[in-house]
């Protein structure tokens, strides 16, 4: 057991670190504010090799490992605590993945060495109005008339369509469908590509609109209205009625990253919170010299440590799978995946928390940016690959079996 990086990942830590000292750090606010586009960063993001990272070099990837991939979520979030930046960056890392997995290889050379260019995107439409963790319950229809699916239904909470719609190949999102009975659950989903654009035609038969957020405004969330929206056979990720299991691994991995993104938002607001407290005098001392203040940041702080830990040992078990080495199951995967996001989010809003307690009033007024970083890691606490209480319920049906409610 190693607790250190190796000379490569160190290597490549302090890379990243660079490129969110130069690119990302300087506008983070005014991302959040919307007055700088996430594009321009993203191409600095491709031009670095960050997008798509975990792709192969055949598709024009750097061949990166999952544990690389949570690095750079954190020192991304680092960089960026409202999130948006880590978000494009971890979206880009898992769901390209699944793609390179399930996809036909015709598609594969298509989209993805344009997405490693920043020319293209690929996000996942999961989530849909009436809920999204209930993922075996879900309800766009796919019918297969013509020799084309046909999709129709709503996608809710979906990033990176307006993305997508302005990149000029343009991008697509792994969307889940039904093509069976509903009755069948889980047996009758598929998961498709669903290109909202493609070689720089907009697809047809879909409406959508952005959201205006609270927080994590840099990056855009819209809602997918699909009417007989097609989708060409080729573009079927895995087998028909086999998409459950194609989903649910892209979780897993997306699940790891969040967790990443978490501590990096985390560790952010401990380093501001520490120069506060210790500027701060109140009774004639600073507020670090009072315990019911030293003692939570001290808390806070080993609760860090200990959460990027969890990460990185998902995020090792990940890469272990992936590579065939060992006897890491899937199983291992979603329940590490599943604790790693529960314990880093729950960190992230606590911290959040606390570090607005500390600054106090002022922490209300745009000036002092500590309640961006807090209204981007609640983005994950309510939701956003499973809530909260999903994570428990994937780490208790683990440890306690499938009778677990």
């Known amino acids: 057991m190693d607790f250190e990086l190796s000379r490569e990942e160190a290597l490549f830590r302090d890379s990243v670190r660079e490129v969110g000292e130069r690119y990302v750090k300087p506008h983070w606010v005014e991302l959040d504010e919307g007055k700088y586009p996430i594009l321009e960063v993203a191409s600095k993001l491709a031009e670095h090799g960050l997008v798509g990272l975990t792709l192969s070099s055949r598709y024009g990837g750097p061949d990166g490992t999952f544990l690389m991939a949570s690095i750079a979520a954190e020192e991304l979030a680092y960089a960026d605590p409202s999130l948006a930046v880590p978000v494009y960056f971890l979206l880009e890392a898992?769901?390209?993945?699944?793609?390179?997995?399930?996809?036909?290889?015709?598609?594969?050379?298509?989209?993805?060495?344009?997405?490693?260019?920043?020319?293209?995107?690929?996000?996942?439409?999961?989530?849909?109005?009436?809920?999204?963790?209930?993922?075996?319950?879900?309800?766009?229809?796919?019918?297969?008339?013509?020799?084309?699916?046909?999709?129709?239904?709503?996608?809710?909470?979906?990033?990176?369509?307006?993305?997508?719609?302005?990149?000029?190949?343009?991008?697509?999102?792994?969307?889940?469908?039904?093509?069976?009975?509903?009755?069948?659950?889980?047996?009758?989903?598929?998961?498709?590509?669903?290109?909202?654009?493609?070689?720089?035609?907009?697809?047809?038969?879909?409406?959508?609109?952005?959201?205006?957020?609270?927080?994590?405004?840099?990056?855009?969330?819209?809602?997918?209205?699909?009417?007989?929206a097609p989708v060409d056979p080729d573009f079927v990720l895995g087998d028909v009625n086999g998409g459950f299991k194609v989903v649910m691994e892209g979780f897993n991995v997306a699940r790891i990253l969040i967790g990443a993104a978490a501590i990096g938002a985390a560790r952010w607001m401990l380093e501001q919170s520490r120069e506060w407290i210790r500027g701060r005098v109140v009774f004639g001392k600073p507020i670090s010299s009072y315990q019911s203040v030293s003692f939570k940041y001290a808390e806070l702080s080993a609760r860090l440590e200990a959460a990027r830990l969890m990460v990185y040992k998902a995020a090792w078990l990940v890469d272990r799978f992936y590579r065939g080495e060992g006897s890491v199951s899937i199983m291992d995967v979603a329940n590490a995946s599943a604790m790693a996001k529960m314990l880093t989010v729950e960190l992230a809003v606590e911290t959040g928390l606390e570090a607005v307690k500390w600054f106090g009033g002022v922490s209300y007024f745009k000036e002092t940016p500590v309640m961006r970083a807090l209204l981007g890691v609640l983005s994950y606490y309510v939701g956003a690959e499973g809530t909260q209480n999903i994570m428990r319920l994937i780490v208790a049906r683990s440890l306690l079996g499938r009778e677990v409610e």
């Open 94 to 228: 898992a769901w390209p993945f699944i793609v390179q997995r399930y996809a036909r290889e015709s598609v594969k050379e298509e989209v993805l060495p344009r997405l490693t260019t920043g020319e293209a995107w690929v996000g996942i439409a999961s989530t849909e109005p009436q809920g999204g963790s209930d993922v075996a319950g879900e309800r766009t229809e796919a019918r297969l008339v013509d020799g084309r699916w046909l999709l129709t239904g709503e996608k809710n909470m979906v990033t990176g369509v307006s993305i997508a719609l302005a990149l000029p190949y343009g991008g697509g999102f792994v969307t889940v469908t039904r093509t069976g009975p509903v009755e069948a659950k889980h047996r009758s989903i598929t998961t498709m590509l669903f290109m909202v654009k493609r070689n720089g035609t907009v697809n047809t038969g879909f409406e959508t609109r952005d959201y205006e957020e609270w927080g994590r405004r840099g990056i855009p969330t819209s809602y997918l209205r699909l009417n007989n």
